[in-house]
């Protein structure tokens, strides 16, 4: 109010004296002058605020430190949907988003890696049936570790602290071909002579074998350093061992990385991430049946190593043959983000498997099918399923020259179950994609 009084008062002294002092001073010259210059700077305010947003946005996309919703009110934020996506198909293996400095790798990344998961699930463990801090219950030790969560990675992980022996209990032997996989965090220290590692140990043994017992007749994976190594025992001796080869760990604890390894008969393939590290033909001694699964973590006090979604499958798919003779092919190679249609980078050997038979039978067309698990709400499972199904034909005529008129697709969701949805191990049977002859 004081100022408009201000200006009211001068312009009437304006009026008043104009034609007294207009022979001297330019008035309303000066006035018009001021009122540009205030609405100059107005005007550089605003675009030095706008320039400042934009370099600050510049920024954060460098930095992967945008925060533009870090403090938005909650009640804007859909806080609803969240809650009830994040019950459908919980117990799938879930992706990280690292505080937006880690990028997740695409599926073209994997352009090399050729590894397909057997057909039938024999073991899965993700831990979702295990309290926090406990043990977990389907498992032995000599040592001690716990189920636990990471800030980087969700879901359950199996934290095993240093110097112990670990097994879980696994009933069916494992076959002469099978797969195995798990996601994995350990002190990979890359330095010579390192005694920080991580063991895979897979053992044919007689009920009277007791954990941490040496090896009577199987294989080892070990991990230490940034290296891998493979050996295979028989009758209590050292059969055969691999070459050390080098692979890209991180190294910090921080660094999530996904080991799949691929038995046939006396043959073993290793895989980290998406790169083959070792193909040994002739590892295993033959006629050698494994039936047991142990881990051992060999760190440093305070270096835990972490474990989770562990699965083995047996049987090496016969696509060919279950697709153009039984008309069906059920895989659990093609796996999705949790709650998402998003296709995980490892299920491309699998769907380059695929897309080979199709192409060699270029007549032939499928209809592609979705399926959950039974957990969650019944009809966010039954479009995830829908939705998951056209990405893996989307994927197949993108990335592998499928021709998208010979695909057709449908969800099912959780009601066509292949098991019960009672235990890690048959949800994971249940989660699967079907690819059915036309």
């Known amino acids: 109010m004081k100022t408009i009084l201000t200006y009211a008062i001068a312009l009437c002294l304006t009026f008043l004296l104009h034609d007294q002092l207009s022979a001297q001073i330019d008035i309303e010259g000066k006035v018009r002058d001021k009122v540009q210059q205030r609405a100059e700077q107005h005007v550089d305010e605003g675009i030095d605020a706008g320039l400042d947003a934009t370099e600050k946005g ?4 460098a930095t992967g430190d ?28 879930q992706e990280a988003k690292t505080n937006g400095t880690k990028q997740q790798p695409s599926l073209s990344s994997y352009s090399k890696f050729d590894f397909v ?66 996601d994995l965090i350990f002190k990979d220290v890359p330095t010579s002579g390192s005694t920080e590692s991580f063991e895979i140990h897979f053992v044919s ?17 070990v991990l230490n350093g940034g290296s891998a190594a493979a050996v295979s025992w028989k009758d209590g001796g050292e059969f055969f061992r691999s070459n050390d080869q080098a692979y890209s760990s991180g190294g910090d604890m921080t660094t999530k990385i996904r080991v799949s390894i691929w038995i046939q008969k006396q043959r073993l393939r290793l895989y980290i991430n998406e790169a083959k590290i070792l193909d040994l033909p002739r590892l295993l001694a033959p006629g050698l049946t494994c039936n047991k699964l142990e881990f051992v973590s060999n760190s440093f006090e305070g270096n835990n190593s972490l474990m989770s979604n562990a699965r083995i499958a047996y049987g090496a798919p016969d696509t060919r043959n279950k ?24 299920s491309y050997g699998t769907l380059k498997d695929i897309a080979s038979v199709l192409k060699e039978n270029a007549a032939v067309k499928v ?50 179950p292949i098991a019960p949805n009672d235990t890690p191990a048959n949800k994971a049977q249940n989660r699967r994609v079907e690819f059915v002859k036309l």
């Open 323 to 346: 697709l153009m003779t039984t008309g069906k092919f059920v895989t659990y190679g093609i796996t999705f983000d949790v709650n998402s249609d998003k296709i995980k980078p490892e």
């Open 117 to 182: 998961p057997g057909e039938k699930v024999i073991f899965y463990e993700d831990f979702t049936q295990d309290a926090l801090a406990d043990f977990p219950a389907l498992w032995n030790t000599n040592g001690s570790g716990e189920v636990t969560t990471t800030n980087l990675y969700p879901g359950n992980w199996f934290k095993m602290k240093p110097g112990g022996a670990f097994m879980p209990e696994v009933t069916i032997p494992f076959n002469e071909n099978f797969t195995f996989e798990c």
């Open 367 to 416: 209809k592609i099918i979705g399926h959950t698990d039974a957990d969650g709400d019944a009809a966010k499972n039954l479009d995830l399923s829908k939705r998951r199904a056209l990405s893996v034909k989307n994927e197949l005529s993108k990335n592998f020259g499928i021709d998208a008129s010979r695909m057709e697709t449908d969800g099912k969701g959780k009601t066509e």
């Open 66 to 93: 945008e925060e533009k919703d870090s403090k938005e009110p909650e009640t804007k934020k859909d806080t609803g949907k969240k809650k009830s996506s994040a019950k459908a198909d919980s117990n799938e293996s």
């Open 205 to 221: 043994a007689t009920p009277e074998w007791k954990l941490a017992d040496d090896i009577p007749n199987g294989c080892s994976v």
């Open 58 to 61: 510049v920024k954060d996309a």
